[in-house]
C-alpha cells in the first residue's frame, strides 16, 4: 500500500478520486460534526434499510397484518442466498438468516461435536470473540470434552503450528476470520485445511469480515460460519445473524434447537419433530422480519457497491490511520497493535496506549470522535468503506493527537458507561 502523506487535502483528494463516494451519502448523518469511527461494532442506518423498515411497517405490517407472513414467511432462506451470492462466496441453499450469533454459535458447534463421538476436544484461540470462547468452554464443559485455547499473537492472530498441536483427537476448530481486538485476519483456506487434516470440522466467525473483506466460503472448504449483520452490513442494532452449513454437510450435522420453523409441513401442527431438507432445517422459531428487511438492504447497498471496491478502500483507508498514527501518535506513547500490511488485516485498526480508557472517553465527550475501546489498552478504529471518508479519518486523527498533546483526557471525568 502506499504511504499517506499527512497534509489534509491529500486526504480531500483520496475523496475526490474515491469511487465508492455515491455511496457515503446513502447514510443518514444526523450530527455533521461527530466523526464515526465505530463501524465494525455498530454500521449506520442507511436511507435503504429506513425505506425497507418503513414498508414493512406501513405496507405490510399495519396493511397486511397476518395476511403478509405468506410474503415473510421464506425472508431467512431468501436473504440467506443474497448474502451468500454477494457476501460470502456460498451458493444457494447454504445460508440462514436468523437467531443472534452466540445462538448461532451455540447450534454450530453443538452439530459438530454430535457429528464427531469419540472426539476429545474442540479448539479455539484466546483472542476470539468472548461469546465464541464462552460457548465452546460451555459445550466442552457438558460433553465432557477438553477446551483447548490456543494462544495467539495480540498483533497477528492464531499461528497455524500451535493451531495443529492442539488439533489432536478435536472435533472442531472453531475462529474467527477477523480477530475482533486487532483486526488481524486469519488464512481461513489454511487453517480450514489444517483442521481437516486432523479430522475435525472448521467453523468460522465472519462477524468482523462480512461486508468488508471478500470470503469465499465454499472455495476454502469451510463447513460452518456464522456471524453479525449490525456491522458493516448496517442492518441495525441486534439485527438477525446467519448460519453457513456447507450443503454436502446438511444431511450429516443437526442442530440442537428444534423449532417448529425448521419442522417438516410446520402447520400441520403434528407431534414428533421431522425436520425439512436443507438449510430451512436451521431455523428456530419465527424470523424477525423487520432486522431481515434491514439485512437485505444492506446486502443489496454492498453487492452494488461491489465488495472488491469495499476491501480496496477498506485497506487504503485504514492504511491512512496506520500512517496518520506512526507520524502524530507514536510520540504521544501509541502503538499500533494491528498488523501493518493492509492485506493482514480487516477494516478496522487498533492503537494501545498505557491510558487508553480515558482517551477514548475524551474523544467521545470532548473531540466529538466515536472510537470504541477494548480491554486493557486498545482504541479501536474502524472506519466502514461504504461510509466513511478519507478525510473524515484525516480529521479524527488530528483531534485525537491535538487532544493528547494538550492532555485534555486527563482532565476529562467521563460519566459511568456500562458500554466501552
Given at each position: 500500500m502506499p504511504t499517506y502523506p499527512t497534509d489534509r487535502d491529500r486526504a480531500c483528494a483520496f475523496d475526490a478520486d474515491d469511487p465508492l463516494a455515491p455511496f457515503?451519502?446513502?447514510?443518514?448523518?444526523?450530527?455533521?460534526?461527530?466523526?464515526?469511527?465505530?463501524g465494525n461494532s455498530l454500521g449506520r442506518l442507511t436511507h435503504r434499510a429506513r425505506r425497507g423498515l418503513l414498508?414493512?411497517?406501513?405496507?405490510?405490517?399495519?396493511?397486511?397484518?397476518?395476511?403478509?407472513?405468506?410474503?415473510?414467511?421464506?425472508?431467512?432462506v431468501q436473504v440467506g442466498d443474497a448474502l451468500a451470492r454477494h457476501l460470502l462466496g456460498a451458493e444457494p441453499g447454504e445460508v440462514v438468516v436468523g437467531d443472534a450469533t452466540t445462538v448461532n454459535l451455540y447450534k454450530a458447534a453443538s452439530a459438530a461435536i454430535a457429528a464427531r463421538p469419540g472426539a476429545r476436544a474442540v479448539v479455539t484461540d484466546d483472542d476470539n470473540f468472548p461469546t465464541d470462547r464462552y460457548v465452546l468452554e460451555g459445550l466442552a464443559a457438558q460433553h465432557g470434552l477438553e477446551y483447548r485455547e490456543v494462544r495467539s499473537d495480540p498483533v497477528d492472530g492464531p499461528d497455524a503450528d500451535a493451531i495443529g498441536a492442539a488439533l489432536d483427537g478435536a472435533a472442531l476448530l472453531s475462529l474467527s476470520h477477523v480477530a475482533y481486538g486487532s483486526g488481524a485476519l486469519a488464512d481461513?483456506?489454511?487453517?480450514?485445511?489444517?483442521?481437516?487434516?486432523?479430522?475435525a470440522l472448521a467453523m468460522w466467525d465472519l462477524s468482523h469480515s462480512v461486508g468488508s473483506v471478500p470470503v469465499q466460503l465454499g472455495a476454502t472448504g469451510a463447513d460452518l460460519a456464522v456471524g453479525c449483520t449490525y456491522k458493516y452490513v448496517n442492518a441495525g442494532p441486534g439485527a438477525p445473524a446467519f448460519t453457513y452449513v456447507r450443503r454436502d454437510l446438511q444431511e450429516e450435522l443437526r442442530q440442537p434447537i428444534w423449532g417448529w420453523f425448521g419442522q417438516r409441513d410446520q402447520f400441520a401442527m403434528g407431534p414428533g419433530y421431522r425436520p425439512v431438507d436443507g438449510i430451512g432445517s436451521w431455523l428456530t422459531g419465527s424470523p424477525a422480519v423487520l432486522g431481515l428487511g434491514c439485512v437485505d438492504a444492506g446486502v443489496a447497498l454492498l453487492a452494488d457497491a461491489g465488495i472488491e471496491r469495499l476491501r480496496a478502500k477498506g485497506m487504503a483507508?485504514?492504511?491512512?490511520?496506520?500512517?496518520?498514527?506512526?507520524?502524530?501518535?507514536?510520540?504521544?506513547?501509541?502503538?499500533?497493535?494491528?498488523?501493518?500490511?493492509?492485506e493482514r488485516r480487516g477494516s478496522h485498526v487498533a492503537l494501545a496506549h498505557a491510558d487508553a480508557w480515558r482517551i477514548s472517553q475524551a474523544l467521545i465527550d470532548v473531540a466529538r470522535v466515536v472510537p470504541d475501546f477494548r480491554a486493557p489498552d486498545r482504541i479501536r478504529l474502524g472506519p466502514a468503506p461504504i461510509a466513511t471518508r478519507f478525510v473524515d479519518v484525516w480529521d479524527a486523527l488530528d483531534r485525537l493527537r491535538r487532544l493528547v498533546e494538550a492532555g485534555a483526557h486527563e482532565r476529562h471525568v467521563p460519566p459511568a458507561r456500562r458500554v466501552t
Open positions: 457515503v451519502a446513502e447514510s443518514i448523518v444526523t450530527e455533521p460534526d461527530l466523526l464515526y469511527l465505530d414498508r414493512v411497517i406501513d405496507d405490510e405490517w399495519a396493511g397486511g397484518l397476518v395476511r403478509s407472513w405468506e410474503e415473510w414467511i421464506d425472508l431467512p481461513m483456506p489454511g487453517l480450514t485445511a489444517l483442521a481437516h487434516e486432523h479430522g483507508i485504514t492504511s491512512l490511520i496506520v500512517d496518520l498514527a506512526d507520524a502524530w501518535l507514536t510520540p504521544l506513547g501509541f502503538r499500533l497493535a494491528s498488523p501493518r500490511a493492509a
